[in-house]
């Protein structure tokens, strides 16, 4: 079945230094990879999600590559700020699947 | 203003008791969801429903019961609560159903439910 594996369980950085989330993934088919960003209790939200043809989705600063060979999907900043304090999964939509599977999330602090 | 309702905000409930989590959505959406987030396991896939009809069911106990009268609401019914189910229940739709598409997932804001 499909699954989605993210290593860091928490992050915690200065401000102005970048960002790295891993994602990597195992699925049967070809799936979309999202990347959902979720602030202290509010509810998940798109951060952003791949594209077919191989464009780097980008949003607020952060992006992310699908690697097919070898099925990642990190999660990239240049420069973090105070306000990405928050939990961050990686999920996948693969096949005839009817949900979308997230990782365990990895939560990011950054201080002053 | 909020697109998928979830009512209520806030939930405690007593060992043994059942309880109603409420949602609609107004996106138009055809396909709803509902997913659990607790410290133990973070956002927990539970039902998908397509249509009204029951596309993907990955929870184990029958206490867990999604009742869908319109095709914007998609209700979860607890029954025998235990104190296990603490958790926050979040409703999610998409506009049809997600399998190795790019269709996006929103939520709900949760209930966050409690039992003691």
Redesign the interface.
């Given at each position: 079945g499909d699954s989605v594996t993210q290593t860091e369980g928490l992050v915690t950085l200065t401000e102005g230094l970048p960002v790295m989330l891993n994602c990597t993934y195992q699925s049967t088919?070809?799936?979309?990879l999202?990347w959902?960003v979720q602030h202290l209790n509010?509810?998940?939200?798109?951060l952003l999600?791949?594209?077919?043809d191989n464009k780097r989705p980008e949003h607020q600063g952060f992006h992310a590559t699908l690697h097919k060979s070898s099925s990642s999907f990190h999660l990239q900043k240049s420069s973090a700020q105070l306000s990405d304090s928050a939990?961050y999964?990686c999920?996948l939509?693969?096949?005839?699947?009817?949900?979308?599977?997230?990782g365990?999330?990895a939560k990011l602090t950054v201080s002053p | 203003d909020p697109k998928i309702i979830q009512k209520p905000k806030y939930l405690v409930a007593v060992t043994g008791s059942e309880k109603i989590l409420i949602c609609e959505q107004y996106l138009g959406h055809n396909?709803m969801?509902w997913y659990r987030q607790s410290a133990k396991k973070?956002?927990e896939?539970m039902f998908?429903y397509?249509y009204q009809k029951l596309?993907?069911n990955?929870t184990a106990s029958s206490r867990f019961q999604p009742q869908s009268s319109k095709k914007n609401h998609l209700d979860l019914q607890i029954t025998a609560l235990k104190p296990d189910d603490s958790a926050t229940y979040?409703c999610a739709s998409s506009q049809d159903?997600?399998?190795?598409?790019?269709?996006?997932?929103?939520?709900?804001?949760?209930t966050r439910l409690s039992v003691l």
């Amino acid at each position: 079945g499909d699954s989605v594996t993210q290593t860091e369980g928490l992050v915690t950085l200065t401000e102005g230094l970048p960002v790295m989330l891993n994602c990597t993934y195992q699925s049967t088919y070809s799936p979309f990879l999202f990347w959902y960003v979720q602030h202290l209790n509010e509810a998940p939200k798109l951060l952003l999600k791949s594209f077919t043809d191989n464009k780097r989705p980008e949003h607020q600063g952060f992006h992310a590559t699908l690697h097919k060979s070898s099925s990642s999907f990190h999660l990239q900043k240049s420069s973090a700020q105070l306000s990405d304090s928050a939990l961050y999964y990686c999920a996948l939509s693969g096949g005839t699947g009817s949900k979308l599977s997230f990782g365990k999330g990895a939560k990011l602090t950054v201080s002053p | 203003d909020p697109k998928i309702i979830q009512k209520p905000k806030y939930l405690v409930a007593v060992t043994g008791s059942e309880k109603i989590l409420i949602c609609e959505q107004y996106l138009g959406h055809n396909a709803m969801y509902w997913y659990r987030q607790s410290a133990k396991k973070p956002l927990e896939f539970m039902f998908s429903y397509s249509y009204q009809k029951l596309m993907d069911n990955q929870t184990a106990s029958s206490r867990f019961q999604p009742q869908s009268s319109k095709k914007n609401h998609l209700d979860l019914q607890i029954t025998a609560l235990k104190p296990d189910d603490s958790a926050t229940y979040f409703c999610a739709s998409s506009q049809d159903r997600l399998g190795g598409s790019q269709n996006t997932l929103y939520f709900g804001a949760g209930t966050r439910l409690s039992v003691l």
